[in-house]
């Protein structure tokens, strides 16, 4: 019996991630493999560090991806830098949050919670007040863009706090790259991680890092890194600077065409211009799915724009609608996870996904269950395409 | 100032890996991206741990690949397993051994080096003797195919000798899986971990793993797991039975395409099929090198056959020949790691690269180095296609 290929249904792709991937990358996927120390395939690699350079707004030397998914990416960061016994604060407001906990307890280092409600944004007040109350914390974790809430946090000014008890912060922002504001230089965020699946609209599977000299520094002292595959003393000897580079692992080397390509069409988008996409599309979003009579879980000022975390109309069975929208319509778009979930969904607009079919995709399809008898007021006209878009 | 797409050139793959992709494969990583969580990719999960099984001879129930490169594979296998204070015999004969033992010190355990030279198979008294001296080891470390030196070591011998001491093995088949014999559990092999890039054909960056009730058992009473990225209790939440699959990280969903189509051609050429191909082709390539006057470093009884590693011949800079033929032929072959470096090369003749063709882009374009002067005996014809190839 002969086995068979795999074909994928053609979803639209509006849940926390993966986004739609554009065509130009699915195609740079396909490219035929070369080998991991080629010196063409050396060039790219440092054509991906300038153009992740670009994307974090970062001059940092060590900003390259990590050859695994975002989660991977996270674990790297806490790995190279704290230690056992070590005192880290970690910033609660999602499942994100929760989990940079669970790492650092692993690593036998002490966590210390900062809890904020699911739905907003970390309190500075209250990173003030957990800082001065524990003067011997190395390091503040947090999540720019909570993806499980769709709370944005403010990290320039936890960042602020932090260094003025000489913390390093650990930033989250495997949802915000490509999409929302992030200058990490400008705002002197010490070390960030993100994903390739949100809004730079690669395929899942690699970690964008960047780290500050001061990390650096810290990291080139460590001693005991738990792991091998992680140890960024290692990974340089392979991600850095000039021709000659030595093994460590085999890279991922047809992920690293599709990351290229994405980031070269986030280039010649231009950063700025795709932050204004994803929040004017997802304007038009917003109004449709209030007009749909969906609550949004975040204040507008504490939000992810273009994560929109909503209400599940009352007495609907979210599931089976989701389902529903998958099997009829095949939109994707996600459930709420932990405390939230049957009760709210999760619309990402990102990336590639960030563009007006997309919209009038949730608006049709979402519409057949929310129009009826919840808001009759919706107007399609303010969502057509029109110059302003 | 727009960016440039990246295009690679399009090289004959021969070092020690990644190797050719197969058109289907490249195919496959272009399909339009579909959630981590769609009822669809769950059925592509399931076809692949059916497929891994398959390709490992194992029923084992924990049969999955882990979402990054056979590195991070090698690391999850002893994370899971080994905690502080274990003994572990690391039997070492060549890189990958090497870099076991940097693991299992990094998890504050003891390795115990069983070593044999650079190039030669695993000595089973040499392991005997260290189980007799160390009755309190835990678990024993080899490599099937070394892919640093070309040795194959006689792992069902060596997880006999470990298991009378009551040890369990844990046993690096990156390069061996799909190519050259391997009867997970025929021969007993607790836990198997292994990559994409080499016979299997598929990108770099998947890590197929396979882990025998034994193992599995010792896994869920762990309590300390360093890692959580790693940690299979919690991949298994994800990867495990049933429908219900909760989320644990974003699976890099087109990989797995890639993976899944390079399974299913193996499983259509048929299993014992490729390792013959594997045999059959490498005989003729082994033939020229002779020919051309190349020793092999290791011997026949104990060779990967599809993994050459032969002399350069004396007085040729060999770092200049690989850079000709990959710049003028468009044809990688390997060199040597630590004390082989600038005296062997690596030819691999693996996976979908395993075909005639790739066996004429050496013969030709390496004879122009070796044949001048070194050995005029050799004769085109014996390698000609023909029916018995």
Known sequence: MQENSFYPPIRTLMGPGPTDVHPKVLQALA?????????QFVTLMDEIKGLLKYAFKTENELTLPISGPGSLGMEACFVNLVEEGDKVIVCQNGVFGTRMADIVRR???VPIIV???????????????????????????MVHAETSTGALSDVKTLTEIAHKYDCLTIVDAVTSLGGSKLLVDEWKLDVVYSGTQKCLSAPPGLSPVTFNQRAVDLIKKRKNITSWFMDMNLVL???GEGAKRSYHHTAPVNSLYGL?????LLKN??????????????????KGLKAFGLEYLVPKNERILHMNVVSVPEGQDEAKIRSDLLNNFNLEIGGGL??????YWRIGLMG???RMQNINQVFGALGRFCLNGVNTNFRPEFYLPSQQI
Chains 1, 2 share one sequence.
Do not use: Q
Not at 338 to 343: N, V
């Open 237 to 239: 000897g392979y991600w």
């Open 352 to 354: 590639y996904s960030c």
């Open 31 to 39: 490219m035929p493999t070369i080998g991991h120390l080629d010196p």
């Open 338 to 343: 932990g405390p939230l979930a049957g009760k």
């Open 269 to 286: 988008e231009g950063l700025e211009n795709s932050w204004k996409r994803h929040e004017r599309l997802n304007s038009i979003l917003e």
């Open 115 to 141: 809890e904020d409600p699911w739905g907003r944004a970390i309190d500075p007040n209250k990173l003030e007040a957990a800082l001065k109350k524990n003067p011997d914390v190395k390091f503040v974790a």
């Open 260 to 264: 290229h390509e994405s980031l070269v």
């Open 107 to 109: 690593l036998k280092a």
